[in-house]
């Protein structure tokens, strides 16, 4: 069993920047990927990013490319989602994923959830 939490949430405003954190426990050597998803209200989940141990390997969706970094504390297992250049469409809650498989845009590939932080971004 993995069990991630994710912190670092909370509101700022337009052009501004946040650094999600999410910390796994639990059986954390078989995890390979960790993924960030985002829904906003009213709307489905969106991929965000993850980060793959095996193949050394980031992906973005492309509304967060070149504002958004996914990064990795080999050290402790906490993934970093480092979030910049904000806008009102980034307000979502925030969810970690973790999978002993390879990275995925696909929610379903991820076997470990956290419970979510809230970003707002205010004009």
């Known amino acids: 069993q993995v069990q991630l939490v994710e912190s670092g949430g909370g509101v700022v405003q337009v052009g501004g920047s946040l650094t999600l954190s999410c910390a796994a426990s639990?059986?954390?050597?078989?995890?390979?990927?960790m993924g960030w998803f985002r829904r906003a209200p009213g709307k489905d989940y969106e991929f965000v990013s993850y980060?793959?141990?095996?193949?050394?390997?980031?992906d973005y969706a492309s509304s967060v490319k070149g504002r958004f970094t996914i990064s990795r504390n080999d050290a402790d297992g906490t993934v970093s989602l480092q979030m910049k250049n904000l806008s009102p469409d980034d307000t979502a809650v925030y969810y970690c994923?973790?999978?002993?498989?390879?990275?995925?845009?696909?929610?379903?590939?991820?076997?470990?959830w956290g419970q979510g932080t809230q970003v707002t971004v205010t004009a």
């Open positions: 639990g059986s954390t050597s078989g995890i390979n990927a």
């Open positions: 980060i793959d141990r095996r193949w050394d390997a980031t």
């Open positions: 994923g973790a999978t002993p498989n390879a990275g995925s845009w696909h929610r379903t590939a991820y076997e470990s």
